[in-house]
């Protein structure tokens, strides 16, 4: 009898969900934080750098340990590590320091959310499915709709029961991720690369530049997404001054709807659309839309820009690994963990050079974001180098 994978599909789908609860409920608790526990903002700002260290470290050492202790181990650990930490920002802060007990709870969870990043993405294409690239982008869809859900429910929640209340919300959260670990420790989860094969070593995918050529799209994806994701807000207060929730509303979160919004679509025709081409059409348009948001003297216009910079990043990092899982059959877990760590690296460099930028500037935030257009410019370069090479290989084939 042949093994049902759609619980495993399932299954990965909220592991996504999992990743967003624990990436984007504390930073909704900042203010908070700042004003229960008089902790300085110098500090709250700390705990983003760690939760993205830590996640960055495990990407590293992902390559390493996973294949070694297995899948179902490893992932059902990550959800672990996400429900450990989510209940031990409830407590740790009134047992010690309370800086201390938020931070080593981040560190607890950024754990969990770093393997997750790793893991969910091999686990879903190892996966018996019709269409793997639909499969990816559908997949990927579900942190988007995580990040909107955590936003929504949780400033509902903070309405109507009060902010004081967060630790209530805290341990509702941790459920999911309790329930999910428990569902993948009976799912039925196929090997990610063929048994009379072997997966390629961090040492073979440093010497083959179709992998290098891979990183650096991965890396152009974080940053072509997160170099807007993260100022949007900022945008919205700045350009249209409005309050920071409606600003949250009409910035991040009307990019996250789009990215999302994206993904989904492709994930139910991408069947009927040539990945390449969409993927090279989706970064001209992020270029355009780089350009709408940076140089056209219409606030209103630039939200637009925000929100189609969110359309057409979409598809950008699962239709690069499912790119890589098709031209790299054997990269195996170590491809995986790299990609992931690039795609990081990318998520982390894209802001910074949009900070850095806007500083050389006198804070003009415009500047910064257009200084960032270099991310999908290299993106949609990336793809239109990759496809030559395809046909070059096809007409030295024949």
Same mark, same amino acid.
């Given at each position: 009898?042949?093994?049902?994978?759609?619980?495993?599909?399932? $299954?990965?789908?909220?592991?996504?969900?999992?990743?967003?609860?624990?990436?984007?409920?504390?930073?909704?608790?900042?203010?908070?934080?700042?004003?229960?526990?008089?902790? /300085?903002?110098?500090?709250?700002?700390?705990?983003?750098?760690?939760?993205?260290?830590?996640?960055?470290?495990?990407?590293?050492?992902?390559?390493?340990?996973?294949?070694?202790?297995?899948?179902?181990?490893?992932?059902? $650990?990550?959800?672990?590590?996400?429900?450990?930490?989510?209940?031990?920002? #409830?407590?740790? /802060?009134? !047992?010690?320091?309370?800086?201390?007990?938020? &931070? !080593?709870?981040?560190?607890?969870?950024?754990?969990?959310?770093?393997?997750?990043?790793?893991?969910?993405? /091999?686990?879903?294409?190892?996966?018996?499915?019709?269409?793997?690239?639909?499969?990816?982008?559908?997949?990927?869809?579900?942190?988007?709709?995580?990040?909107?859900?955590?936003?929504?429910?949780?400033?509902?929640?903070?309405?109507?029961?009060?902010?004081?209340?967060?630790?209530?919300?805290?341990?509702?959260?941790?459920?999911?991720?309790?329930?999910?670990? #428990?569902?993948?420790?009976?799912?039925?989860?196929?090997?990610?690369?063929? +048994?009379?094969?072997?997966?390629?070593?961090?040492?073979?995918?440093?010497?083959?530049?179709?992998?290098?050529?891979?990183?650096?799209?991965?890396?152009?994806?974080?940053?072509?997404?997160?170099?807007?994701?993260?100022?949007?807000?900022?945008?919205?207060?700045?350009? !249209?001054?409005?309050?920071?929730?409606?600003?949250?509303?009409?910035?991040?979160?009307?990019?996250?709807?789009?990215?999302?919004?994206?993904?989904?679509?492709?994930?139910?025709?991408?069947? +009927?659309?040539?990945?390449?081409?969409?993927?090279?059409?989706?970064? !001209?348009?992020?270029?355009?839309?780089?350009? &709408?948001?940076?140089?056209?003297?219409?606030?209103?216009?630039? &939200?637009?820009?925000?929100? &189609?910079?969110?359309?057409?990043?979409?598809?950008?990092?699962?239709?690069?690994?499912?790119?890589?899982?098709?031209?790299?059959?054997?990269?195996?877990?170590?491809?995986?963990?790299?990609?992931?760590?690039?795609?990081?690296?990318?998520?982390?460099?894209?802001?910074?050079?949009?900070?850095?930028?806007?500083?050389?500037?006198?804070?003009?935030?415009?500047?910064?974001?257009?200084?960032?257009?270099?991310?999908?410019?290299?993106?949609?370069?990336?793809?239109?180098?990759?496809?030559?090479?395809?046909?070059?290989?096809?007409?030295?084939?024949?």
């Amino acid at each position: 009898m042949k093994p049902n994978y759609q619980k495993t599909i399932t $299954a990965c789908f909220c592991g996504y969900i999992v990743q967003a609860i624990v990436n984007n409920y504390a930073p909704l608790l900042f203010v908070t934080f700042q004003d229960t526990y008089d902790i /300085p903002l110098s500090q709250i700002t700390l705990l983003v750098t760690i939760n993205f260290c830590v996640q960055l470290l495990v990407d590293m050492l992902s390559a390493k340990f996973v294949d070694k202790i297995g899948y179902r181990v490893s992932i059902v $650990a990550a959800h672990v590590f996400s429900a450990a930490g989510l209940l031990l920002l #409830i407590v740790l /802060p009134e !047992l010690i320091d309370p800086f201390v007990g938020i &931070l !080593l709870s981040v560190i607890v969870y950024a754990i969990g959310g770093g393997i997750i990043e790793v893991l969910i993405s /091999p686990i879903m294409e190892s996966c018996p499915t019709d269409n793997k690239e639909k499969a990816m982008s559908l997949l990927h869809s579900f942190y988007c709709w995580g990040h909107v859900g955590v936003v929504l429910l949780s400033t509902l929640f903070f309405r109507v029961a009060g902010i004081e209340n967060w630790r209530i919300l805290a341990a509702a959260w941790a459920i999911i991720p309790i329930v999910n670990g #428990i569902i993948f420790c009976k799912t039925p989860i196929a090997p990610l690369v063929a +048994k009379d094969e072997q997966g390629m070593k961090i040492g073979e995918l440093f010497k083959n530049k179709t992998f290098w050529l891979l990183f650096l799209m991965m890396l152009c994806s974080g940053a072509s997404e997160q170099s807007v994701s993260q100022w949007a807000s900022a945008f919205a207060e700045q350009g !249209l001054g409005v309050s920071k929730t409606i600003g949250d509303l009409a910035g991040p979160m009307a990019f996250a709807v789009m990215m999302g919004l994206s993904r989904a679509v492709y994930g139910k025709v991408g069947d +009927k659309i040539h990945l390449e081409r969409f993927m090279t059409a989706s970064g !001209l348009l992020c270029v355009a839309a780089y350009l &709408l948001t940076a140089l056209v003297p219409v606030p209103a216009i630039n &939200l637009l820009g925000c929100a &189609l910079v969110g359309l057409s990043v979409g598809i950008m990092w699962p239709g690069t690994l499912s790119k890589a899982a098709k031209t790299m059959r054997t990269g195996g877990t170590a491809m995986f963990a790299l990609l992931a760590l690039a795609g990081d690296l990318g998520c982390s460099g894209g802001p910074s050079v949009v900070g850095m930028a806007s500083n050389l500037a006198d804070g003009n935030m415009k500047t910064g974001i257009l200084t960032a257009v270099i991310f999908p410019l290299v993106m949609t370069l990336c793809l239109l180098v990759g496809r030559k090479k395809k046909q070059e290989n096809k007409h030295g084939a024949a």
